[in-house]
């Protein structure tokens, strides 16, 4: 005869094995991660500047969306990158050269953009670039940009074009000189990863 102490423990483990036989095979979790892009770092937001000048005109500003950051392009044909200086930094507002106007920008930071080429062209002061003091840049729509707010023409003034650029916060940049053209990239973030 079988002992109840017996009866009781033969019971639980007969419904623990029938229990688990009964359960649907569930996969083991998978370890997948969201791949991520990796991100430069290390651009810092203190004012950039490389000094040089050209004759050069400033024909177009345009802006593009990345990974890692939004970019503007100021576009000076004929300018060799040695000779494209420039000088970016944030400032708290935007003053046009030569009237001292404030230039409203929108966003939580300005990057105040100086282009030594003017916007103009040297022999005649016919414009070079379609833009008016005070106004949205030409042709650039920053409709779903992660950094861009607004960008603005400041003006052009002694042989140097001014332009702010309105952005998502104070966050990091770098300046690139190519043949022909300055290129701004400003961060989506102040990490290595988006």
């Known amino acids: 005869m079988l002992q109840p102490r017996t009866i009781c423990a033969t019971v639980v483990l007969l419904g623990a094995t029938l229990v688990t036989a009964a359960a649907p095979a569930v996969a083991a979790p998978t370890t997948a991660t969201a791949a991520t892009t990796a991100c430069p770092t290390g651009w810092g937001s203190g004012g ?11 024909k177009d500003v345009r802006t ?8 503007m392009v100021v576009d000076v044909p ?27 920008v929108a966003g939580g930071a300005v990057l105040e953009v100086r282009v030594t080429a003017p916007a103009y062209d040297p ?12 106004a949205a840049l030409p042709g650039v729509d920053l409709t779903g940009y992660r950094t861009f707010r607004d960008a603005r023409f400041a003006g052009s003034f002694e042989g140097e074009t001014q332009l702010g650029l309105g952005v998502r916060g104070r966050l990091p940049f770098r300046v690139l000189q190519l043949d022909g053209r300055l290129v701004i990239d400003v961060a989506h973030t102040w990490n290595a990863a988006r």
């Open 64 to 71: 593009g969306r990345h990974d890692c950051y939004d970019r």
């Open 48 to 58: 950039k500047s490389a000094t040089a000048a050209t004759t050069a005109s400033v």
């Open 78 to 104: 004929g300018a060799a990158r040695a000779d494209l200086g420039y000088a970016v930094r944030y400032v708290d507002r935007l003053y046009q050269d030569g009237s001292g106007r404030h230039i409203p």
């Open 123 to 134: 022999e005649t002061g016919a414009a070079t670039y379609p833009a008016r003091a005070g």
